[in-house]
């Protein structure tokens, strides 16, 4: 039988003796702040079974797991589209176009592109394939989805400094009710989405074929 933790181990590859890069976002459902994209290229045979989809880590273990994959990765990156190129694209195309940014800092030109979710666009020549929910699945996806996450929180909380009033260090610019609160007493500054209205539950462009 095998053991319960290695069942919970991700892949490390979804083709064997490729150049890999996995890429996720973080920040798509927010109503202030850029969204921000991560491309990581891991080491052959790496294995880290403390790596997961973000979203189930705490803020301390995603922390501790970013210098981890920063100092083990081949190669990593991250980038980000602004709330303009948010309102001017919408959120889905804004997020990937985050994930060229990020693969176009690579110096290692992958062979295989691995995309979280179910929509992108073609990069250069470069095969890719999308997976839902991959940040789940593949060990690259995940740890891009660490990366993404922990560049934007640091950022958001950057941006706390200048607007206090709004909670980002602790809502990082997600529609909680403290951030609608604060919107309803102070309206919008020049770091919120204007194309989504925060009196509603935000809707998503669903990354689908």
């Known amino acids: 039988m095998i053991p ?4 919970l181990d991700l892949k490390s590859f979804f083709q064997k003796g490729l150049i890999e890069a996995g890429v996720d976002e973080a920040g798509r459902g927010c109503l202030a702040g850029p969204v921000y994209a991560a491309a990581v290229i891991l080491p052959p045979g790496f294995r880290n079974p403390g790596i997961k989809d973000s979203k189930k880590l705490q803020a301390e ?14 190669q990593w990156a991250v980038a980000s589209c602004t709330p303009a190129e948010i309102d001017e694209l919408n959120i889905l195309w804004a997020s990937v176009r985050a994930m060229h940014l990020a693969l176009a800092q690579l110096s290692i030109p992958p062979d295989l592109i691995l995309v979280d979710g179910n929509r992108f666009k073609a990069y250069g020549e470069i095969r890719h394939q999308c997976l839902v929910d991959g940040d ?14 922990t560049h ?3 950022y958001m ?3 706390h ?3 206090p009033h709004y909670g980002w260090v602790n809502n990082k610019g997600y529609a909680t009710p403290e951030h609608k609160s604060a919107l309803l007493l102070h309206g919008e500054c020049e770091h919120h989405r204007k194309s989504f209205d925060w009196n509603q539950p935000v809707q998503l462009e669903l990354f689908e074929d």
């Open 4 to 7: 319960w933790r290695k069942q």
């Open 161 to 163: 400094e200048q607007y």
């Open 136 to 149: 789940a699945l593949y060990l690259s996806i995940a740890a891009a989805s660490i990366l993404a996450k």
């Open 61 to 74: 273990e995603r922390d501790r797991l970013r210098s981890i994959i920063e100092k083990k990765a081949l």
């Open 152 to 154: 934007r929180d640091e």
């Open 157 to 159: 909380r950057r941006l």
